[in-house]
């Protein structure tokens, strides 16, 4: 059975402490260009709000990231498609106006049904969005944490 967009438990994330993510995500890309002479290759980004009152960003939210991520490379990967389905939806879908290519990253773990979901988004995904996907990678953190 399907889990609603934004209800299945994260499985290795906190809250963050201190900065406010937008916040951190701002300090970090501007550390980034101030430090490399040449434009960032690629950043990583999950839409995760990662506070008790909801798991995914807000569309505003997302659409906020992505024009400040944009600003600093052209090259996005993501960390787990199905958890925060619309998301995943907005940020392709943005990313053919913004000029950005996106690495989908479909998130493994011991977690079946989760793992059915990552993989049945897949094929729609490449389908409708095959201009702006660059590359998948299937299960790699499981790989890395041998977890599965």
């Known amino acids: 059975m399907a889990v609603p967009d934004g209800q299945r438990k994260a499985r290795r994330h906190q809250e963050p402490r201190g900065l406010a993510l937008p916040l951190q995500l701002s300090v970090l890309l501007l550390v980034i260009t101030q430090t490399h002479a040449q434009p960032v290759r690629g950043l990583n980004y999950s839409p995760f709000a990662f506070n008790s009152t909801r798991f995914c960003l807000t569309s505003g939210e997302v659409a906020r990231d992505l024009a400040l991520i944009a600003s600093h490379t052209t090259d996005l990967r993501l960390f787990g498609v199905a958890a925060c389905l619309a998301a995943t939806h907005q940020i392709l879908a943005a990313s053919v106006g913004l000029g950005l290519r996106v690495m989908l990253g479909l998130w493994i773990s011991q977690d079946a049904a989760g793992n059915e979901q990552e993989l049945s988004a897949l094929p729609y995904l490449l389908h409708q969005y095959r201009g702006v996907i660059s590359s998948v990678a ?8 041998l977890n599965v």
Not at 138 to 145: Q, T
């Open 138 to 145: 299937v299960g790699n953190e499981a790989v890395s944490f």
